[in-house]
C-alpha cells in the first residue's frame, strides 16, 4: 500500500497525461501538486524505483501499467467523492475538490462502488455539464420524451416496488417507443409488441436515455 | 389425470378452457377474469381429465396475489401436465412466462393461440425451433374459431417429460446458483426464485439476500432485473427463431382516435352515457311488455279463480316475484351485460382505463378502477370481485366504497320505474347527478384519510378486436343465469314471506311505529319503510314491495312526485344488497363493510332527508 502522497503523485500523472496517454515533465507535476522542483524529483525517483512511473527520452515520465491502475482508481474515487459532495452534500467545486483529495486515500473500495452506484454515475461530467451526470432530478425520465421518440431504458427507480414492469419488459437496456403521452402525463410505450398504458408517477421511475 | 393452463392475461385461455370443458366459464379481454381457480372435467377415451385454469400472470416471481397463486400451484406438483398458453402475436413477451413456467421442470405442452390473428398481422409462425429447444409438443391454435384445441388434450396425456431448457443467465447469477446448490442443494429455480426473494428456508433467503446485494452493488441492476433481462432476451431469440414477419397489410389504427384526449375523452362520456341511455330506453319498453303480459295473462286469471285467501296471498305474492324479477333480468340485467361483455371483449375498456387515470388519481385509486366502477353499473357483486385488480388495500378500500354506491342495474330499475315513469326523464337524471357528485366527493374525502401506499398503473392495452357475437351472448347469458340463481329465490322467498306478513297485519302494526320518523324525516308514509327495507335484500324488490304494499302498481296516484323522488333517493345510497355485503366481507373484511354500510345508511337518509325538506 502506498502512501497518500505516492498516491497524490500517481494522481496528478494521471491527470496531466490525460489518463496515461502521453508523457509528464517534472516541472508539469510539480506545478500540479504545488510544490518544488526538487522535491517532486525525490518522489519520482521512488516511485521509478518501485516501478510505477518510467523515464521516457525527453526528461519525462509516463505510468507503468501497474501504476496507472492504481491511478485510475484513485482517479475515479476522486471522482465519484467530488460528485457527491457537490451534487448531494452541495458544498462548493473548490471546497469539495480540497476534501475529495483527503478522502480518496482512506475510502475503502466498497463504499467507493456503493456510493456510485447510489449516484448511479462514475463521477462528475465536466462543470457547466450537469447532463452527463444522470443521478437523481436532472436524471431523464419516460416524461421527458415526446410522442413517437424511441428510447432506452437507463435505469428503472424503485425495482421491487415497480417489478411489474420487469416483467413486461421494461427493464434497463430495453429499447422502448413512446406511442401516446397525455396533457396529463400518463403514457402509453410500446415494448415488444406490446402497448403498456403507465401512470405519471410510475413513468418518472423510469429513466431513459435517447437512442443512438 | 389433472392439467392446468398457465398463461398472460388475454390470450385466450379461459375460452379454450370452455371448448375443453364446455363450462360456462366467464372470458374477458382485460386483466384478472379469472380470480379463482376454476375447474372443470371432461373425459378423453373414457378417462376423466380435470383441467385448471389458472388466473392470468405476466410473472411466476411477482407479488401479485394471481401471481403468488399460481407460483404456489405449481410448486405444489399437484399437475399432471403444465399447459402454457401463449399469444402468438405477442410472442416475445409470452416467451417470458413460458420459459419461467419451462425452469419449473414439470411436464409442459405449449400452446400458441391466436395464430389466425397473427397470420392476418403477416406474422408466419415456425413452431419447429421452439419445439426442439423447450423439447415438449407445440400446438398452434386459433381458440376463436375452434382450431386444433382437439389436440390440446392427447398432446398433454402423452407429455411426460418436462423441458430441459436451461435459459444462460449472467456468469455472476450462475456462480450464485452454483454456491447456493451447493450450500443448500436447492435446485436451479429455487436458488433463482431466492435470490429474488422468493422462498420459505429463513438460512437459504439470508444467504442468497447477501449474494444479491453483492450483484447488485457490481452491477447496478438488481438480481431480479438481471435475471428478468437474461429470460427476456433469451425469450427473444427464441422469437426471432419462431416468428418471420412479413410486410403487415395496413391497417387502421384505432388507438390514433381511442387514447388521446379528444376525440377519446367526448368518446368515453360518450360510450358510458349511450350504454346507460340504452338500457334506460330499451330496458323500460322491454320491462313494460313482459309486466303487461304477466299481469294479463298470470294475475288476473289467478286471482279470477277465487281461491281461498290465504292461497291466493302466497300465490300472488310468487307471481308478483316472477313478475319484478323477469321484468328486470331480462330488459335491464341482460341487456347490460351484453353491452359490458362487448366492451370488455372489444378491449375497449384498458383504453378507457388509460385515459381515466388522472381522474382516478384525484379520487385515490389509478386507471385500473375505471373497470369495477363501470361494472358496478351492471351489477355490483362482480365490480368488488374485481376490485382486487388494484395494488394496494388503500384503493381496494376506496373502490369498494365507491363501487357499492354506483347506480347498479336493480337501481336503474327503482330510477326508471319510479322517477322516470312518475316523475319525469330529467328527474331520473338528477338522480344520477346526485349519485355521481356523491361519488365524487366521497372518493376526494377517502383519498385524503385512507392510509397506505399508492400504486400507480401499468396495464397492458389488449389487443383491440371485434367481439365475437357468439361469445358475447354467452358471456352475457352466464352472467344473467348466475344474476337469477342468485336472485330469484331471493325474490320468491322474500316476496312470500312479505305477502303473509301483510296476510296476518304484522305490517301495519309496524308501519304505525315507524311512520312518526319517516313522515318527520322523509315525508314519506309508514309502508315506504317496509319498502326500504325489502330493499336490502335485492334493491329492485323495494320497487316491488312499494307497489304491493301501495296496493297499485300505478305510484303516482297514492304517492306525490316529490315522495316518489325522495324514495328513489334513498333507496338508491340506501345500504348495498345482501349479495354485495356478502362479498365485501369476504374482499375487505368486516371492518371495511360496517364502515360502508353505515356509511350509505347515514349518507341515503341524510340526502334523502335534505331533499325533502328543502323542496317541500
Known sequence: MLSSTFEDYLEAVFMITENGERSATLQEIADALDSEVADAEVTTSFLIGEGYLEWVPGDAFRLTAKGKTIASEVARKHRVLQCFLTEVLGIEEEAANREACALEHDISDEIIDRLSSYLDCDGCPPPGRRAGCRWGQDACTLLDCEEGDTVRVAAVRRPRRNRRLLDLGIFPGEIVEIRRKLPNHSVVVRVKGCDIGISPEIATSIVVESCP | ?616
Not at chain 2, 379481454?29 to 380435470?50: A, D, H, K, S
Not at chain 2, 427464441?238 to 367526448?266: C, F, M, N, Q
Not at chain 2, 300505478?554 to 345510497?573: A, I, K, P, R, W
Open chain 2, 1 to 616: 389425470m389433472r392439467f392446468a393452463l398457465v398463461g398472460n392475461p388475454t390470450v385466450g385461455k379461459s375460452l379454450i378452457f370452455n371448448q375443453l370443458t364446455g363450462l360456462g366459464v366467464e372470458v374477458s379481454n382485460y386483466p384478472g377474469t379469472t380470480v379463482e381457480l376454476q375447474r372443470g372435467n371432461t373425459c378423453f377415451e373414457r378417462e376423466i381429465v380435470e383441467i385448471v385454469d389458472l388466473p392470468g400472470i405476466y410473472s411466476l416471481e411477482g407479488e401479485s396475489d394471481e401471481e403468488t397463486l399460481v407460483r404456489q400451484y405449481l410448486d405444489r406438483q399437484e399437475t399432471d401436465a403444465v399447459i402454457v398458453v401463449a399469444n402468438a402475436t405477442r410472442l416475445e413477451r409470452n416467451l417470458y412466462l413460458l420459459l419461467q413456467v419451462a425452469e419449473y421442470g414439470l411436464p409442459m405442452v405449449v400452446v400458441l393461440n391466436m395464430v389466425d390473428d397473427a397470420a392476418k398481422q403477416g406474422l408466419e409462425i415456425d413452431p419447429g425451433p421452439l419445439r426442439d429447444l423447450l423439447g415438449v409438443d407445440v400446438i398452434l391454435t386459433a381458440a376463436s374459431l375452434g382450431k386444433n384445441i382437439d389436440q390440446i388434450i392427447p398432446a398433454a396425456l402423452v407429455a411426460t417429460r418436462p423441458s430441459e431448457i436451461e435459459i444462460p443467465y449472467d456468469h455472476h447469477i450462475e456462480a450464485a446458483i452454483r454456491s447456493l446448490g451447493k450450500m443448500f442443494g436447492v435446485s436451479r429455480r429455487g436458488s433463482l426464485q431466492a435470490l429474488q426473494g422468493f422462498g420459505d428456508d429463513p438460512d437459504l433467503l439470508e444467504a442468497a439476500r447477501t449474494i444479491a446485494d453483492e450483484i447488485e452493488s457490481r452491477h447496478r441492476m438488481t438480481a431480479a432485473q438481471i435475471i428478468a433481462a437474461n429470460r427476456h432476451n433469451f425469450a427473444r431469440e427464441i422469437a426471432d427463431l419462431t416468428v418471420r414477419k412479413e410486410a403487415p397489410p395496413p391497417r387502421t389504427d384505432l388507438d390514433s382516435i381511442l387514447t388521446r384526449p379528444i376525440p377519446g375523452i367526448p368518446i368515453l362520456f360518450g360510450v358510458l352515457a349511450g350504454m346507460l341511455l340504452f338500457v334506460f330506453v330499451v330496458g323500460s319498453y322491454l320491462e313494460e311488455l313482459i309486466v303487461e303480459a304477466f299481469e294479463i295473462f298470470m294475475l288476473q286469471p289467478f286471482v279470477a279463480l277465487g281461491l281461498p285467501p290465504l292461497v291466493e296471498a302466497i300465490g300472488t305474492a310468487i307471481i308478483l316475484a316472477l313478475q319484478a324479477g323477469l321484468g328486470i333480468a331480462f330488459p335491464f340485467v341482460f341487456l347490460f351485460y351484453i353491452i359490458i361483455s362487448i366492451l370488455e371483449d372489444s378491449g375497449y375498456m384498458t383504453r378507457a382505463a388509460f385515459l381515466a387515470d388522472n381522474a382516478m388519481h384525484q379520487i385515490g385509486m389509478h386507471g385500473g378502477a375505471v373497470i369495477p366502477l363501470t361494472l358496478a353499473f351492471g351489477c355490483n357483486v362482480p365490480a368488488i370481485m374485481s376490485v382486487r385488480l388494484l395494488r394496494s388495500r388503500r384503493e381496494r378500500i376506496i373502490a369498494s366504497f365507491l363501487v357499492t354506491m354506483v347506480p347498479c342495474s336493480a337501481r336503474t330499475v327503482i330510477i326508471a320505474g319510479i322517477v322516470a315513469t312518475f316523475v319525469g326523464i330529467g328527474a331520473a337524471f338528477s338522480v344520477y347527478g346526485i349519485v355521481l357528485a356523491l361519488i365524487i366527493v366521497t372518493g376526494l374525502f377517502l383519498s385524503r384519510v385512507t392510509p397506505g401506499e399508492r400504486f400507480g398503473m401499468i396495464m397492458e392495452m389488449v389487443a383491440l378486436r371485434r367481439p365475437d357475437p357468439k361469445l358475447v351472448a354467452r358471456k352475457a347469458w352466464a352472467r344473467l343465469s348466475e344474476f337469477l340463481f342468485i336472485a330469484m329465490p331471493l325474490l320468491l322467498v322474500g316476496s312470500v314471506f312479505l305477502g303473509l306478513l301483510e296476510f296476518f297485519g304484522v305490517m301495519a302494526i309496524f308501519e304505525q311505529i315507524v311512520e312518526p320518523y319517516t313522515m318527520g324525516l322523509l315525508g314519506l308514509p309508514g309502508y315506504t319503510a317496509t319498502a326500504l327495507i325489502f330493499g336490502i335484500l335485492r334493491k329492485e324488490m323495494a320497487f316491488e314491495t312499494l307497489a304491493i304494499l301501495a296496493g297499485t302498481a300505478d305510484l303516482g296516484s297514492v304517492l306525490t312526485s316529490l315522495q316518489l323522488y325522495v324514495f328513489s333517493v334513498v333507496t338508491v345510497l340506501f345500504i348495498p344488497c345482501l349479495a354485495t355485503i356478502t362479498v365485501l366481507l369476504r374482499e375487505v373484511g368486516s371492518r371495511i363493510t360496517l364502515a360502508i354500510t353505515i356509511y350509505t345508511i347515514s349518507l341515503g337518509l341524510l340526502i334523502g332527508g335534505l331533499i325533502y325538506h328543502l323542496l317541500a
